[in-house]
């Protein structure tokens, strides 16, 4: 009889199987119908998968379903991780100098603590995102990287990078992008 | 280095090969651009967008400038030139090719190829390059810019100034219908020591004053100066004034040397940028023009089409007006007048009155530059010229 109750029991439950979400670190979840999820061990029972929850529960498990590991995301987010920790981040103490409204005679460069930048020249405005590339603290230069860049291996590629020198008493900046082209550094006075 | 035999593909993979233990850094970008002239001249019975006296051209730059470590970069740009058809219906030549192995009018040229080093504040810099000097600079007024097969040594050591040797050799040249990849000597009197070499220093030590002097030395042709001012100053409205000298002395003692002086005075009220400006170039015989191409000069007065008649024996007076941005758009009107001597290349004292009109805006990401030049000379044919130059930059 109890044998009857038992294999009742687990034939009603089987009827309410469950999908389980197989997350890309190996941990096993069940979703709720409110959205809320918890995680579960998967263990063999006979031919059937089980799901047993923290609380001493179980349920037999319809389907596994498996995540995709969004590797772009999660490399962007490494770089990012890594540039935030690394002496050449925009939080290290030098880099923190180029923060500020610099305006010369034919454009003006606007960075922002949160790596967004602006660059005003002939006539027009461009809104971007900057990174700090790398520094000379000795030379007073730093080389600002603007737009999307990424990295493969040991090439950096993509967006534009400019480099300046700070005055020594960081209230002037001069941009080199003209040096090589043109013989000039083109003075920026910090306005802002 | 002989570029000629060189395919795109090796040129591109050149500068990549150096360094390829340190991270290397790598910054890519460009212009595709269309551009369209078409001249109206009475005497050859042409009209504004005849085909006969019209021209055009479409093409594509590939710039890339790799930073390879340890002080060292480099830098390949490849620029490819073409009609699009243009050539059968709407226009009947070009302003710039490359050369014409297939009948085509068209092909590609490599203006950049270089590796520079720097150490400490010394920057070498060798192979094909872009170049901004008085007498040697590259032009921006064509599809792509003209370059040289140059050395260059920027040195800063000196406070507030800026040091520069060059060792120029060849150049690409620039004109209506250029043929652009082939480089020429810069100086061909100079036979074996064909070079220019040019000296430079820029200093920015008294404040709100730039003082830039130039010497060159063209073996066997002649010796240059060209020595420039700039100051600003504020006096309720921002005044700049300026003033440039020149003189190029030849080497055959038959001919003449030739001096340039010239002033400008520019200010900006309520967002208009406005200037006068003078030139005075005697009657020498070696005219003040780019060396590198036989086209433009650095004089205030140069504009869109006025350097034949101001590079030599004449007096320029030019006024100019940019106004600031209405609704995307800039306006830039510039009225030089020209009184030529009896040496003048333009004619012994055909004195010339150039008007140009030009506007500036952008389209979709794209920078336009429409422009309208009327030219009224006193002994030959006045013509009007209309120029439309789309660049798409990325």
Known sequence: ???????????????????????????????????????????????????????????????????????????????????????????SPFAKYIIGDWRGDDREYIFDKNGKMVIKKDGEAIKDFYTVVGYDENKHIIRIGIGRRFKMGPFSMGGKILKFRFSNDFKKLYDLSELEENYKEIELIKIK | MNFTKL???????????????????????????????????????????????????????????????????????????????????????????????????????????????????????????????????????????????????????????????????????????ATMDTFGAVNPAGGMDNAVYALGLLNKSIPNLNANLWAYNLTSLATAIWAELGYKVDVGVPLTLAAHYANVNPSDDALEDTTMYGVKVGTKVNGFKLSVSYDDVDDGDIPIHNVGTGVKTKLFAQQILNQGAIKKDAKTTQVKVVTPEFYGAKLIAAYAMTDAGDKNPMGANNDLDELDVIVKTKVLGTNILLAYVNQSYDKTEDQDLLRVVARYKF
Do not use: H
Not at chain 1, 6 to 20: A, E, K, P
Not at chain 1, 41 to 54: E, Q, S, Y
């Open chain 1, 1 to 91: 009889m109890v044998k009857k109750v038992f294999i009742g029991l687990f034939l009603s439950i089987s009827l309410f199987g469950v999908d389980v979400v197989v997350m890309p670190n190996g941990k096993v979840a069940i979703i709720n119908k409110d959205g809320s999820w918890e995680e579960v061990t998967l263990a063999k029972m006979g031919d059937k998968t089980i799901a047993l929850r923290k609380n001493g529960t179980w349920v037999v498990v319809d389907k596994q379903i498996k995540t995709i590991k969004p590797k772009v995301k999660n490399e962007v987010v490494e770089v990012e991780k890594k540039q935030s920790n690394s002496s050449n981040s925009i939080n």
């Open chain 2, 7 to 177: 395919s795109l593909a090796t040129i591109m993979a050149m500068s990549f090969t150096a360094a390829a233990m340190a991270d290397v850094d790598v910054q890519f970008g460009g212009q595709a651009v269309l551009y369209y002239q078409t001249l109206q001249k009475d005497s050859k019975d042409w009209d504004f967008f005849d085909k006969a006296g019209s021209r055009g051209n479409v093409g594509l730059q590939i710039r890339s400038k790799a930073d390879l470590g340890n002080g060292f970069s480099a830098g390949v740009t490849a620029n490819v030139i073409g009609t699009a058809g243009l050539e059968g219906n709407l226009v009947n030549g070009v302003m710039q090719t490359a050369s014409d192995t297939n009948g085509d009018l068209g092909g590609y040229w490599i203006p950049e190829a270089y590796v520079a080093k720097t150490v400490g504040n010394t920057t070498l810099k060798i192979g094909r390059q872009y170049l901004n000097t008085p007498f040697a600079f590259s032009e921006g007024w064509n599809v792509f810019k003209n370059s040289f097969e140059a050395a260059v040594l920027i040195n800063q050591d000196i406070p507030d100034t800026t040091a520069v040797l060059a060792m120029v050799n060849k150049s690409n040249g620039n004109g209506l219908g």
